[in-house]
């Protein structure tokens, strides 16, 4: 698996971002959702990461800095071909490596509560994550998951 930090230019990557933002705006209860647009993963407290397999498209998937070592994950998705092959955990564990290189010491994400996102809290948990309180500017709420693991160097 190749990974290449940035990207948004290349045309694949535009297209599985955009049907990210489409499924999970089509999922999320109006004003709830927390998935971000292109203009937001260029941030720069965002790492932005594409995922190659062969010259394919396999996924991507963010890193946002919440302060000196704390992350957030961010619109991590595999291309509909690389799905339920166990790919997810390649893409999470590459994540993790990379924020360990930057130095984050724990990683946070928020994915919805419902029957939809029941595929992607196993996925998380299976590798590691546990479920936990709202952090950073998150507040309660029954829609949303809130999960986080703690990562060494």
């Known amino acids: 698996m190749k990974s290449i930090e940035g990207n948004f230019d290349n045309p694949e990557v535009y297209e599985l971002l955009i049907k990210h ?7 999320s209860p109006v004003c709830k959702g927390h998935v971000l ?3 937001g993963l260029k941030d720069p407290s965002i790492k932005f ?5 062969n010259d ?18 961010k619109s991590i998705r595999l291309a509909d071909k690389f799905r339920k092959q166990d790919n ?3 893409v999470i564990k590459d994540l993790i490596y ?7 010491k724990k990683i946070s994400l928020e994915t ?10 196993k996925l998380f948990i299976k590798c590691g994550f546990k479920v936990c309180k709202p952090f950073s500017h998150y507040k309660k709420d029954s829609e949303a998951c809130y999960m986080s ?3 060494s160097n």
């Open 49 to 53: 990461w594409s995922f190659w397999k």
């Open 98 to 104: 990379r924020a360990k290189k930057l130095n984050i």
């Open 112 to 121: 919805g509560s419902g029957n939809f996102f029941i595929p992607a809290r």
């Open 88 to 90: 997810g955990i390649k």
């Open 56 to 73: 394919q498209l396999m996924g991507c998937g963010a890193l946002k800095f919440l302060d000196t070592e704390h992350g957030e994950f």
């Open 37 to 39: 647009d292109i203009p």
């Open 21 to 27: 933002f489409i499924e999970l705006s089509s999922v």
């Open 149 to 151: 693991m703690l990562i």
